[in-house]
């Protein structure tokens, strides 16, 4: 399968996601602590003149700095490999208070996040999509503020890729 089609399927499967009782089944947890991140594709300074993901999706083919929180659904993260979703930071997560123990999947607010997410690729020099794990490659996990540098790519139905060279991971 190619890298836009699961994408595509990423950014589709995350909207039509929720915090549902099948998410709580999954028994998906926040990483508990952060792993090293990758000296290559992680920034040590935050960039200037990032865009919020809504922004962001208006957006295509063209180099951009993207601001967001890892999650969208109970699973943001791809297996294998450095994708994972991203949903504006200013749609707000569910609280546990809320009953929702997976607050990343944004059950609360999935009407406000369709338009707001996006999936991000952390690409190599040569353009493919790194085959590690993002928690690995980043250091990061649920919930994780991030802002990536990289060319922002639309599929048809309007979901915003980014192809991510360089990332800051907020603390």
């Known amino acids: 399968m190619n890298v836009k089609s699961w994408g595509a399927m990423l950014v589709a ?27 290559a594709y992680v920034l040590a300074a935050e960039p200037s003149g990032s865009l919020g993901v809504g922004e962001a999706r208006r957006l295509a083919d063209e180099e ?8 969208g659904s109970a699973k ?21 208070e809320e009953g929702c123990p997976t607050p990343w999947d944004y059950c609360c607010t999935q009407n406000e996040v369709k338009d707001n997410i996006a999936t991000v690729e952390i690409v190599d020099d040569q ?18 503020t991030v802002v990536v540098q990289g060319k922002a790519r639309r599929d048809e139905q309007g979901n915003l890729t980014v192809l991510a060279s360089k990332v800051f991971v907020k603390k």
């Not at 499967?13 to 000296?39: F, I, L, W």
């Not at 353009?127 to 994780?144: H, P, R, W, Y």
């Open 13 to 39: 499967a995350t909207v039509a996601g929720g915090c549902g009782e099948a998410d709580r089944q999954a028994g998906t947890t926040p990483a508990d602590t952060a792993h090293s991140p990758d000296a």
């Open 64 to 71: 951009v700095t993207v601001v967001g929180r890892i999650g």
């Open 76 to 96: 943001p993260f791809v297996d294998g490999l450095a994708a994972f979703t991203i949903v504006d930071p200013s749609i707000p997560y569910c609280a546990d």
């Open 127 to 144: 353009g493919q999509t790194v085959a590690k794990d993002a928690k690995a490659l980043l250091g990061v996990k649920e919930l994780s």
